[in-house]
Structure formats: C-alpha cells, structure tokens
C-alpha cells in the first residue's frame, strides 16, 4: 500500500506589481498579474515505510511539495492522496500561538494534528522531557530562540505517533548534539515502519537517512532514485555551475580564455576522450594537453573529486620534486595511478595550471566522470577508499 501518491500535481502562484491590482483585476476582467509555476506536473508514489530524501536548489519548489503533502497548501491541479496520519515540521513556529507558553502550545499544536485532549496530557510529560526546555516551557514561544522553537516542535511532532513524518529543514538551526538526538529518534521511526519525508540541503544526513532521494529542479522531477546516485548526481550539478560561474569571473578577470597566457586543451582518462568505468584497484592513467603562449614558468597539479564533492586526492608536480615548467606552445603530461583504491561512485580529475610559486591558478579544466565499479561482495562498503585490513577478537 502506498502511504503518498502524487499524481500530475502543480502549483501555480499569482504574482502582482502592487496590492493593488488585486482589486482592480476583479473590476476590469482581465488578468493583471503573472503566473509563476511553483511545481510542475509533479509524479511519483512512497510506500508506507519508505523513507524518501527531498533535495534540490532553493526555490525548486520543495516547501511547497511538503505544504501540500502535508495539506497546508492546496494544489492547483492534479491529485495527491495521503493515507495516514501526518505529522509536518515545516516552517518554525507554524501552528504555534506566539503569546502561548510552550505548554500552552504543545496542546494547541497536538490538537492541530487530531490528538484530543486526553491523549496529549499523557503525552506532554514525554513531549516537555524530549524538549529538554526546562522552566523556559512555561514561557511565551515568543520568547524562544529558533533552535529553542525547533526543540518543542520537533518533539510534539514526533510524539504524536504520526505514519507520516514530514521535516522541511528545521533541523538546520538545531545544535549538534539535539540534531543527533533528532536524528535517533528519525532513525527509530523508521526502524518501526514509519513514512519520513526528509527535506534537507546536507546530502550525507539524506544518504544516512533515506535509502531513496527525489531531486526536485524548477519544480519539476529531475531525478528519482536510490538516494546515493541522486545525491551524487545533484553534488556533480552543484559543482559543474560553481565552475561555471568561477569561469565567468575569471574571464571578467582575464578576458577571453584563449587570451589566458596557460590554458588546458584536453583531460584523457586511459586514452578515451569521453566517460569511462573502472574496476576496483585498476590503473588510471590521466593525459592533460596544455597550450602556453608565453614565456612564463609553470606547473601542473591535477585532484580526485567525487560528485562535485571536495577533492580526496590531489598532487602537484613540483611537490613531488619536478622542477617548474617552461615549455612554449603545446605539451603534454600524464598521471599514472596503478591501482585506485577507491569504492563505487562517480569521480572527476581536475587539472591545474599555476604558476611556479603554486599560487595563482591561470586555468583549471574538469575531465569527464569515470566510474568505480566494485567486487559485488563491496557493494555495502561505505567510505571512499577499500584499505586493507583485519579483524581479531581479543
């Protein structure tokens, strides 16, 4: 049984010049406004007890998607059917009365999310002790911090016994050790069947989280998959327009790129101009053809990075002892691994040219990905490198 199913659901949103032309485009019987497209004729269906990772850009149009799961918001066309009672942390001090203690409002909010009065005076020690707020719990929630308000609402939330959970990136403001209990407590309320929606920017909490991910890009479905190859595709997207937007300053900075005095020409991985996969522990070799049109001394460094991730490897030539070089025209070096280490996933060499002091990057070229294809027996190894190793009881 499906717990969510979306089905053709969009969003439109009217946007106005002034208030105004509100009242006045019911006067004159024409539109005086435009329309903006929150979400995009939006599929998909979660099983009860699946645990799904929302991610994408601010403004792809995943707040809405959870307001109208979690029906706050009404969808302009399409169907959604929820089965279940659901449980939203979407944004902070929704469903809170500002003037209200935070007892006060543990009941307001856990009669918002259908408990009668008897079921949350059983529950409000638990919620209060989960909270950890202290004598702050009789205070105005106007008085709370916004870590302090995520406390008390996460706990009645999660205290209701909900068959959905829905969190919309309220755990960002939470200090680490509340984030962890957060996290324990998501993690029992999967281990005991529970749907969770998790909307979050931090790809390792989705991956940690939620064996599922949906990429939501202009509201529209980008990507729907096991979450470590949504998380790693939208991490490559992510990275691919910081360094095109790093392009774009460096040619404000240098003009055009030919005019660059050190450009690369071409990264080739084992001979071939386009994506390749590699067992574990083969060889790579890295070909970088670089064009100088000046006299000036240079040197070449080349990284690892995996999914636009930060660089887990990297070497530069003259660290390495060569001397800095001066080659006029076209040339070319390589790099040999004999035998990466790495896991399973999509990775990128990035090479560099700097000048000699290692300083000032003239230019800097990404190669196409290459992919870790692992021993089956690996396929549940988690990190970035298989070391060697043994186990012994003592």
């Keep these: ?4 199913e979306v089905n053709a659901v969009s969003k439109d949103y009217r946007l106005y010049k002034k208030p105004s032309d509100r009242l006045a485009e019911f006067f004159v019987r024409r539109p005086l406004h435009d329309c ?3 979400l995009k004729d939006i599929h998909f269906s979660i099983s009860s007890g699946e645990s799904v990772g929302i991610i994408g850009e601010n403004g792809a149009g995943k707040s809405t998607l959870l307001k109208i799961l979690a029906k706050t918001l009404t969808p302009s066309r399409g169907q959604l059917n929820v089965n279940g009672r659901v449980a939203a942390l979407l944004e902070l001090g929704t469903g809170f009365h500002p003037e209200f203690s935070g007892r006060q409002n543990i009941y307001l909010n856990a009669a918002l999310l259908g408990l009668e009065q008897t079921q949350i005076k059983k529950k409000e020690a638990p919620i209060i002790e989960f909270a950890e707020l202290g004598s702050f719990i009789d205070q105005p929630i106007k008085t709370y ?3 302090m308000t995520m406390r008390l609402a996460f706990s009645i939330a999660t205290s209701v016994d909900p068959d959905i959970l829905i969190i919309d990136e309220a755990l960002s403001v939470g200090d680490n050790y509340f984030q962890q209990k957060c996290i324990d407590r998501m993690t029992s309320f999967r281990e005991q069947g529970k749907t969770i929606l998790f909307c979050s920017h931090s790809t390792y909490s989705v991956n940690l989280l939620c064996p599922r991910a949906i990429w ?3 509201g529209r479905v980008r990507m729907d998959g ?3 190859d949504v998380c790693a595709a939208y991490s490559n997207f992510l990275a691919q327009k910081t360094d095109a937007a790093a392009k774009e300053n460096q040619s404000a900075l240098h003009g055009n790129k030919s005019q660059l005095p050190i450009t690369i020409k071409s990264i080739v991985l084992n001979g071939q101009s386009g994506a390749i996969s590699l067992k ?3 060889a790579l070799n890295i070909e970088l053809e670089y064009c100088n049109t000046s006299n000036a001394r240079f040197c070449i460094a080349m990284g690892i990075r995996r999914s636009g991730e930060k660089y887990w490897h990297a070497v530069n030539m003259t660290h390495d002892g060569y001397e800095p070089l001066k080659v006029k025209g076209k040339g070319r070096v390589m790099l040999r691994y004999p035998a990466l280490p790495l896991l399973q996933g999509q990775y990128t060499i990035v090479g560099f040219i700097l000048d000699d002091s290692g300083l000032l990057c003239h230019h800097k070229k990404e190669s196409p990905p290459f992919t870790i294809i692992p021993p089956p027996q690996w396929n549940n ?3 970035l490198l298989a070391l060697d190793h043994e186990w012994k009881i003592l």
């Design 1 to 4: 049984m499906n717990a969510i």
């Design 36 to 38: 903006f497209q929150a």
């Design 145 to 147: 911090s916004s870590g």
């Design 216 to 218: 939501l890009d202009q």
């Design 226 to 228: 096991r979450a470590m």
């Design 280 to 282: 574990h522990r083969e």
């Design 381 to 383: 190894e988690m990190g």
